[in-house]
């Protein structure tokens, strides 16, 4: 399609000027760096029709191969720049797997000062707008964090298979992410080696883990803030409560551990696992719907189409293969048993019954070697809470009374 480079797009309160390379809202540039501005140019100049991730790379990096989280980040910021979603206007839809498509209704008509003529405000049911950031870690590894909502600021330690804007719209993260902004400054961020931190890593340790949870909470001058570990981010959660008390309000661990699997004696297990990593090199990223459906189907055994089918898509865009397979080496060498009698922070271990990726067992044995630590089955198979599943609404409750959420109303 050949684009006039004098063309001019109205769409909702924004005026798209090609040739000027400007966005103005309501006559006021909203600035936007190079690569940003030609994603946005090339999504209206199709607008109506879904472009596909290569399609678009190619189009915008014509002469440069990049990763796809190059493209991610541009549609992330264009995101925030429209006013997505706090404005309760939708601009850009995604098409899980396959790209986007920009849905509001343009023009191509000259912005005068009549058009640009402020739009009626909308009513949207809650303001919900992540704001993306990076910290340096003192390895010169650039960490991406987010930070959401209002309230006492809560700081969910990095697991594995995060990506920030990936998981924005996620099916499976999503109610997570609503539930906790809705009370809390609910702060992210991407674990070294996948997601939109860097993915070349001169380390990726234990211990670089806990640094990078220190980095980001630093950069952002938090004093004290409840800390939720997930998953293999349980640990490092567990080992910064330990050896920084006085900043840990409230450690929430689910669906976590304190030692990993080498650690725990079972030798078909141990197999299973070996089996697993091989697998990751071989198939990791590829399309290959049998190798995705084995591991999602581990992980969130009770989902649905929708919900398998992003779980499918995260293992290709959160992590290399040969990353990916480092991360489980690492995990499974895991041992934090040592630490927990330090942790004397009010603590709350809660897992799933059913969890195939961490069993049951290893919850309990975690949540008694934490002093006082209060812990909750909950009814799943999931090691990811649904938000259809009973066991959602009981977290739910059990969050509520241990950080006094109620009381905040």
């Known amino acids: 399609m050949d684009v006039s480079s004098s063309a001019t797009y109205r769409f909702g309160p924004f005026c ?3 040739g000027e390379r400007r966005l103005l809202r309501e006559g006021s540039a909203v600035p936007l760096r190079t690569k940003v501005f ?20 190619q189009t915008i990096w014509p002469d440069a191969v990049v990763e796809e989280n190059n493209l991610n980040h541009n549609i992330s910021t264009l995101r925030r ?15 899980p797997r396959v790209g986007y498509r920009f849905v509001a209704s343009v023009s191509s008509s000259k912005c005068t000062a009549a058009a640009l003529a402020p739009a009626p405000p909308a009513a949207p049911e809650r303001s919900l707008r992540q704001e993306i950031r990076f910290a340096t870690a003192t390895d010169g590894v650039r960490i991406a964090y987010s930070t959401v909502g209002s309230g006492p600021p809560l700081v969910k330690a990095a697991n594995w298979l995060n990506h920030l804007e990936y998981e924005w719209e996620s099916p499976v993260w999503r ?4 539930e906790i902004s809705e009370r809390h400054v609910f702060v992210r961020y991407d674990e070294r080696g996948c997601g939109l931190s860097d993915w070349q890593v001169p380390e990726l340790t234990f ?41 840990v309000s409230h450690l929430i661990l689910y669906g976590t551990y304190g030692r990993g699997w080498e650690h725990r004696g079972d030798r078909k297990a141990i197999e299973a696992r070996d089996a697993i990593i091989k697998l990751v090199r071989l198939g990791w990223g590829m399309n290959n719907p049998v190798f995705r459906q084995i591991f999602s189907t581990l992980f969130i055994p009770d989902a649905g189409p929708e919900q398998m089918e992003w779980f499918n898509d995260l293992q290709r865009i959160s992590a290399s293969p040969e990353n990916a397979a480092r991360f489980m080496e690492d995990f499974a060498r895991l041992d934090v048993r040592e630490i927990l009698a330090d942790v004397t922070v009010p603590s709350i271990v809660m897992h799933c019954q059913g969890d ?35 066991g959602w609404q009981i977290l739910l409750q059990e969050l509520a009374e241990f950080l006094g959420w109620n009381n905040r109303r």
């Open 38 to 57: 030609d994603t946005l140019r090339v999504l209206v100049e199709h607008s109506g029709r879904l472009l596909t991730k290569h399609e678009l790379i």
């Open 175 to 178: 109610h997570w992410i609503h």
């Open 16 to 18: 798209l000027e090609v």
């Open 81 to 95: 720049a429209l006013g997505e979603p706090a404005t309760g206007q939708r601009y850009i839809e995604t098409v």
């Open 356 to 390: 195939a990726v961490v069993p049951f067992d290893e919850g309990r044995l975690l949540a008694a070697g934490i002093p006082n630590a209060r812990f909750v089955p909950l009814p799943s198979r999931n090691h990811l809470l649904l938000d259809n599943e009973p």
């Open 207 to 247: 211990e670089s883990w806990v640094h990078d949870l220190e980095t980001v909470v630093d950069s952002l001058g938090l004093d004290r803030f409840d800390l939720l570990g997930i998953s293999q981010g349980g640990p490092v959660a567990a080992t910064y409560a330990a050896r920084h008390p006085e900043r």
